[in-house]
Structures are given as C-alpha cells and as structure tokens.
C-alpha cells in the first residue's frame, strides 16, 4: 500500500501534463487577445506615423524633378546641403550660411521661448495651486481659453499689438515716453513674444499637475528650519516638482523650434526658424529631398536631446 502512493500512477501524471498544456494555452489566448487589442491602435501609429517617416526618408535620398517632386535617382546631395553648398563657378563645397544662420536662430528663439515661459509660467502655475479648490478650475480655464481659437487667429492678434500703429506704440505714445513709434514687428523681438504667448499654457499646465500634488506642510517645515523663500523655492519646491518643469520645457521646445505661422507672420523675412525653410522646399524652392531631409535632422535633434535627458535622470535616479 506504501508502494502505490509512493510511486504516482499514470493517471497523475496525465492529470498534471494536461494542467501545464491548459495553462499555456490560456497565456496563449491572452496573448493573442492583447494583439488583438492592439492591432488598431498599431493600425494608427503604422498608418499616421511610420509610413510618413519612411516616405520623407526615401524623398530625402533622391534628386529634386525638374518642376517638383523627386526624381528616382539616389543620391545624398539632400543631406550634404544641410550644412554646405556648391559654388556656382568651380562647384567646390563651401559652408551654406543660410542654413546654419537659420538652424541657429531656430534653437536660440527656442530655447528662448522655452526659459521665458517656465519663467512666466512657474509663478503663475503656483498661484492657481495654492488658490482655494473652487477658484483653480476657473483659472485653469483661462489659461487653456487661448487654445479654443487657432493659431492663426492669434497670431494675427499679436499683429495688432507689435505694428507701428498698434496698442503698444499708441500706448507708449499718449503717454508721452517715446516720440515715434517703436520697431517691433518682423524683428526676433516680435517672435520671440508670439512664441511664449502661443505656448506659455503648454508650461503652465504641467507645472500646476505638479504643484497641485505638493505638500505644502514640507514647505512650512523649511521655513521653521530658518530657510528663506529663495532657499525654499530652490531646495524644497523645485526639486519636488522638477517632472512638471521638465514635462513643460518639452512641451514648449519641441513646438516652438519646428514652429511656422508665428515667424512667417511676425518675422517677415528677417525671422524664418527651420519650419519656414521646411515649407519653403516643398513650395517656392520645390526642393522636397531637401525639405524632407531637413525634416528628418530636425526631428533627430529633438530625439537625441530627449534620449540624452532620459539616459542622465535615470542615473541620477539610480545613483539617487
């Protein structure tokens, strides 16, 4: 008797193989589920994203056609006249200028747009926070009102201020501190502040996401600790809402340095950033291997700064 339950029979061990195979097949059918589940949001990614982007690839390896469009014959002349140029007359290579003065014209406003808004943006997002419950919701709408209009429609409102006969100039006027109207409009000056007015609210509300989950007691406690308000404000409040400042300057510099209706209006021809040259080859200069390959870097820098941010705050972490 000690023999037969010591020894399992062939009937246990049918039992337990069949158990294994049961629940196999139900990790299986999970995941077929899953990728079933999937399959449209993949469906849209492939459709909107992927199949654009190797579009603008292959256009960015061909030749110019002859009116516009590309000609099937591959070559990197697209990528080489990023940064360089050939001469006219013996067709050596030489810096392209024009290019360069652009590509850095377009990180300064950027990065420019992004320091003027978390400026702006940060005082302002600790004010909604710290304004009682039924107050925050009707701030916050007025902060996203500006976004129920297009773009374009407020670009052409910040023209109204800028022009030498707008608000500004009638202001400073009639009160008597300048004796002509100022230069404003189509000068850096002027896209500059059409960029923050345009996405200071892509700032503010990230950085309210994270004010609003603060406790406010551990800045209490700094202050009892005999730490002033600079002291606070630097060891205690922006360490704890660091993701809301970093999650508010990619929303901000990415938009800002691909922008195009804000330059191409309050600019004129003297403020074009990397989004009017883009348009440029696809329309007046029907250049479109180098729009698409113009694109393309631009979308590589983006990617490689936000890799480089990824790589540092996870080994901050780690090390933290």
Partial sequence: ??????????????????????????ERKTRRLRWILLTPALAIICGIGIMPLSIILVYSFMSPGPYAGISWEPTFDAWISLVLERDIFDDTLQLNDAHISILFRSLWLALLTTVLTLIFGFPLAYFIATRPARQRNLWLFMISLPFWSNLLVRTFAMMLFLRDDGYINNVLLLIGL????????????????????????????????????????????????????????????????KPGIVAGCILVFIPAIGSWVTPKLLGGGKGLMVGNLISNQFGTSRDWPLGSAIALFLMLMVMIALIIYVRNSTAARDHG
């Avoid at 002027?190 to 406010?216: I, Q, R, T």
């Fill in 1 to 26: 008797m000690a023999l037969v339950e010591t020894v399992p029979g062939p009937t246990a061990q049918h039992t337990t193989l069949s158990g294994e195979e049961a629940t196999a097949q139900a």
């Fill in 178 to 241: 300048i004796d002509k109207p100022m230069i404003l409009i189509y000068t850096e000056f002027a896209v500059a502040v059409g960029l923050v007015y345009a996405f200071l609210p892509l700032m503010v509300m990230p950085l309210y996401a994270s004010m609003e989950k603060l406790d406010f007691r551990l800045i209490e406690a700094g202050y009892d600790l005999y730490a002033n308000r600079l002291q606070v404000l630097r060891r205690v409040i922006i360490p704890l809402v």
